[in-house]
């Protein structure tokens, strides 16, 4: 199998192993295991702090060890192993030990892919091959979306777990096939001594890695409440099914970020990928005051499409800038992996803050509320595009 094509093949199996059952899992817990609401958010915080704590760690062993593909079948073992695990489990501490081993293992995919990508291509084709990769990463959410939907119709909720599962055998065999002399080291570390600092302290000193994640959590803070809260809205007001009007967005969205990926990684190929996030930001603005005057659930639709557009856009455009930034010094996945946490930490404060303004002031205003962190998040955006730009061209494009 050609190294790219394997590239693809794997992006396209971990998109339904990195989350784990993700929303799935919330719905076996009530159905199957009849676990009250309670239970069910304790477990989810759990999971949600554990991906915090371990993403920046995950990101400096890659850098520090190297063996990208190693570290990818360790972290799909880890994910199915996990998952699986919660199935015979019934107690509430076995439980949360497995889906903590699978929140260990999703949070390790991530840069031991990007750091697999890095190592076959380097980084002058790197741009070109995020997008792909995240175009089949999106391809395999909807394909795994469907094949859950049709098992749990057919199967019962359980089927969820054997779903996840084969794509996890995907996964490993798809490793397997990549060739290892197809990974260089030269390419993946940009010709960093094998001594380069991985610190995390050293990626924090970095200001515009800094400025990129308190951009990025400033986005996130507003983003991760829309699509949850739309939702509640439509329900609240009694405007048709929101569950099917939210389970078909979900499907949209992926589908949708389809060719946003593909379009993002050109841009970045041809001169735009410092302002890609101030476009991403900027849609995100438009996107919130949209949701405060959505009352019918035909919102829905275009409102995701626009979510689909800033999410597609940061999943290439965040590998690609934390790339630039620290190319050369043998610790970009360490950095990918301290972006990753400012990233959770405003997605993990989002529920509640929107919560909190829909309970104290109103649907509407809530919502513009929570487009207020997305217009900081473009001011950010907009300085770090500016520092971004005075960036060393050659550099950035060099060949490894």
Same mark, same amino acid.
């Given at each position: 199998m050609p190294p790219t094509a394997?590239?693809?093949?794997?992006?396209? %199996?971990?998109?339904?192993?990195?989350? $784990?059952? $993700?929303?799935f899992l919330a719905t076996w817990l009530a159905a199957s295991a009849h676990w009250s609401a309670e239970r069910i958010g304790f477990v989810m915080t759990v999971s949600g702090i554990a991906g915090l704590v371990f993403n920046g760690p995950a990101g400096a062993l890659v850098d520090r060890e190297g063996r990208p593909r190693? %570290?990818?079948? *360790?972290?799909?073992?880890? /994910?199915?192993t996990g998952t699986l695990a919660m199935l015979p489990a019934g107690s509430f501490i076995a439980i949360v030990s497995a889906q903590?081993?699978?929140?260990?293992?999703?949070?390790?995919?991530?840069?031991? /892919?990007?750091?697999?990508?890095?190592?076959?291509v380097?980084?002058?084709?790197?741009?070109?091959?995020?997008?792909?990769?995240q175009a089949w990463n999106h391809a395999g959410n909807v394909v795994a979306a469907l094949l859950v939907a049709a098992a749990t119709f057919a199967l019962g909720a359980a089927s969820a777990f054997w779903v996840l599962a084969g794509m996890a055998v995907g996964s490993l065999l798809t490793l397997l096939a990549i060739p290892s002399r197809a990974i260089t080291d030269r390419r993946l570390r940009g010709h960093a001594s094998d001594n380069a600092d991985a610190a995390l302290l050293s990626v924090l000193a970095d200001r515009r890695l800094l400025a990129l994640g308190f951009a990025l959590l400033l986005f996130h803070l507003g983003n991760a409440a829309m699509?949850?809260?739309?939702?509640?809205?439509?329900?609240?007001?009694?405007?048709?099914?929101?569950?099917? @009007?939210?389970?078909?967005? /979900? *499907?949209i969205a992926q589908?949708?970020?389809?060719?946003?990926?593909?379009?993002? &990684? @050109?841009?970045?190929?041809?001169?735009?990928?410092? @302002?890609?996030?101030?476009?991403?930001?900027?849609?995100?603005? *438009?996107?919130?005051?949209?949701?405060?005057?959505?009352?019918?659930?035909? @919102?829905? /639709?275009? *409102?995701?499409?626009?979510?689909?557009?800033?999410?597609?856009?940061?999943g290439v455009a965040v590998p690609i800038l934390v790339a630039d930034f620290t190319w050369g010094s043998g610790r970009t996945q360490t950095a990918l992996g301290a972006v990753a946490? %400012?990233?959770?930490?405003?997605?993990?404060? &989002?529920? &509640? %803050?929107? $919560?909190?303004?829909?309970?104290?002031?109103?649907?509407?205003?809530?919502f513009l509320g929570l487009t207020a962190p997305a217009v900081a998040a473009l001011a950010l955006s907009l300085l770090?595009?500016?520092?971004? &730009?005075?960036?060393?061209?050659a550099a950035i494009r060099a060949r490894v």
């Amino acid at each position: 199998m050609p190294p790219t094509a394997g590239l693809a093949a794997l992006n396209f %199996f971990t998109a339904d192993v990195q989350g $784990g059952l $993700g929303p799935f899992l919330a719905t076996w817990l009530a159905a199957s295991a009849h676990w009250s609401a309670e239970r069910i958010g304790f477990v989810m915080t759990v999971s949600g702090i554990a991906g915090l704590v371990f993403n920046g760690p995950a990101g400096a062993l890659v850098d520090r060890e190297g063996r990208p593909r190693l %570290f990818a079948a *360790i972290a799909t073992a880890a /994910v199915a192993t996990g998952t699986l695990a919660m199935l015979p489990a019934g107690s509430f501490i076995a439980i949360v030990s497995a889906q903590i081993a699978a929140t260990a293992g999703g949070a390790l995919m991530a840069p031991a /892919v990007t750091a697999l990508t890095l190592g076959i291509v380097g980084k002058a084709a790197f741009a070109h091959q995020q997008g792909r990769n995240q175009a089949w990463n999106h391809a395999g959410n909807v394909v795994a979306a469907l094949l859950v939907a049709a098992a749990t119709f057919a199967l019962g909720a359980a089927s969820a777990f054997w779903v996840l599962a084969g794509m996890a055998v995907g996964s490993l065999l798809t490793l397997l096939a990549i060739p290892s002399r197809a990974i260089t080291d030269r390419r993946l570390r940009g010709h960093a001594s094998d001594n380069a600092d991985a610190a995390l302290l050293s990626v924090l000193a970095d200001r515009r890695l800094l400025a990129l994640g308190f951009a990025l959590l400033l986005f996130h803070l507003g983003n991760a409440a829309m699509l949850p809260q739309l939702g509640q809205r439509m329900a609240a007001i009694g405007r048709g099914d929101a569950t099917r @009007w939210l389970a078909a967005c /979900v *499907i949209i969205a992926q589908l949708t970020m389809v060719p946003v990926a593909i379009a993002t &990684s @050109w841009a970045a190929d041809h001169g735009y990928r410092t @302002w890609l996030l101030p476009a991403t930001c900027a849609v995100l603005c *438009i996107r919130g005051v949209m949701a405060a005057m959505a009352t019918e659930p035909l @919102w829905l /639709v275009p *409102i995701q499409m626009l979510d689909a557009c800033g999410a597609g856009t940061l999943g290439v455009a965040v590998p690609i800038l934390v790339a630039d930034f620290t190319w050369g010094s043998g610790r970009t996945q360490t950095a990918l992996g301290a972006v990753a946490t %400012f990233q959770g930490i405003g997605a993990a404060l &989002s529920g &509640s %803050f929107g $919560g909190v303004l829909a309970t104290q002031i109103g649907w509407t205003a809530s919502f513009l509320g929570l487009t207020a962190p997305a217009v900081a998040a473009l001011a950010l955006s907009l300085l770090l595009a500016g520092q971004a &730009s005075r960036l060393n061209a050659a550099a950035i494009r060099a060949r490894v």
